[in-house]
């Protein structure tokens, strides 16, 4: 019975993150450039947008969607495999669900995932500023691709760095995805009790609220840890366009606050946050519809 939960949670979370890829990749695309833009060529998300439009095309905003699509099915697989098998094992071991619970179950699977998540976002990071130079794209210029796609990159970074390259950001990562995943499913816990009606269940809430409590939860997250997420792109992007400039995580934060301050750690906030809320309204109400689909097929079997 258990393996059978885990099998639905790992169905319904591969469909609800293809759904939130689909919708939210544009945004990841504008928050990256925004992250590693250290020429000061772009002044916000609207001008960001604009240049990559005009110099290279609306299909660049979509530049290495297919690293994560592929990883999709094993990256929701652990997370909410681990999540609802974390949430089974601390409700039978309390009298009550907490939503304390959703928050260690999320940050379990949030930690688990970075072995997975880390060299995908390496290499969807790596594709997406691709292109990038200083020197606009026009009639007599043309940017020039160091990879042809995400498997040319993964052969070519192994190549050059061996296994250790691929795995460049691991540490960042653990520290943004282990809270990040923590406050996204507490949040959606805490979220959706309230908003349960006296007698009701918080699987039985209808979509509307399921996409405002998951699209909260995800603005909520990313509010919690974006600067981790900014270091961890400088980090995993660094030497792309040039010799390499940062010697670890303290580097890179010393380096990008004496050109930046503190605000420079929010940069691409706002791309990410208007990516957030429906990329993670979609996510969750996918799949919590899937979840509420199978519990009505294992309850018509028990009639």
Known sequence: HDFNRVQMDFVAGWFGGVAGL????PFDTLKVRLQTDTTGRYRGAV??????????????????MASPMLGMAAINAVVFGVQGSTMRWLSSHSDQRRVAHSFVAGAMAGGIQSLICCPMEL???????????????????????????????????YSAEGIRGLGRGMTITLWREVPAFGFYFGTYDLLCRQLVRDGGEVHDLPALWLCVAGG???VASWCMT???????????????????????????????????????FFRGLNATLLRAFPVNAVTFTTVAMILRYFRRGEEEKLL
Request: proline residues 5%; hydrophobic residues 30%; contains cysteine.
């Open 47 to 64: 001008q960001c947008f604009r240049h990559i439009v005009q110099s290279e095309g609306a299909r660049a905003l979509y530049k290495g």
């Open 216 to 218: 909260l939860s995800g």
């Open 123 to 157: 290499i969807k990071a790596r594709l997406q500023v691709q292109g990038d130079s200083v020197v606009p794209r026009d009639h007599h210029h043309h940017t020039t691709a160091n990879y042809a796609g995400p498997w040319d990159a993964v052969k070519k970074i």
């Open 226 to 264: 974006y600067p981790f997420d900014f270091i961890k792109s400088r980090i995993q992007t660094d030497g792309v366009h040039g010799p390499p400039q940062y010697r670890g995580i303290l580097d890179c934060c010393r380096k990008s606050y004496t050109a930046g301050k503190l605000r420079i």
């Open 22 to 25: 689909v919708v939210g990749h």
